[in-house]
């Protein structure tokens, strides 16, 4: 998996409970995806996480090639369907 170094040295320093593991998973098979205004990609997966009641939505964010994985964060207002 390709990443940035925002990601490497921003992203997984301030969320340290985020899995590689997940953005893998996003990259494969995406619930939904979305082309940003500046060519960046959305996506978003299902996290269900031992312990925890409902799910949440992790979006993860791509550079415009699809493949190089930018940023990656819970959201909270995310609506399935």
Same mark, same amino acid.
């Given at each position: 998996?390709?990443?940035?170094? =925002?990601?490497?040295?921003?992203?997984? #320093?301030?969320? *340290? =409970?985020?899995?590689?593991?997940?953005? !893998? +998973?996003?990259?494969?098979?995406? @619930?939904?995806? &979305? @082309?940003?205004?500046?060519? !960046? @990609?959305?996506?978003? @997966?299902?996290? +269900? +996480?031992?312990?925890?009641? #409902? *799910?949440? $939505?992790?979006?993860?964010?791509?550079?415009?090639?699809?493949?190089?994985?930018? %940023?990656? /964060? $819970?959201? !909270? %207002? /995310? #609506? &399935?369907?």
């Amino acid at each position: 998996m390709k990443t940035t170094r =925002y990601f490497e040295e921003q992203v997984l #320093r301030k969320r *340290p =409970y985020l899995q590689r593991e997940w953005c !893998r +998973q996003a990259l494969a098979g995406a @619930i939904r995806k &979305e @082309i940003q205004a500046n060519g !960046r @990609i959305r996506l978003w @997966i299902k996290v +269900q +996480q031992i312990g925890e009641t #409902r *799910p949440r $939505f992790l979006r993860v964010v791509t550079l415009a090639d699809g493949e190089t994985v930018h %940023n990656a /964060f $819970f959201d !909270r %207002n /995310f #609506r &399935e369907g």
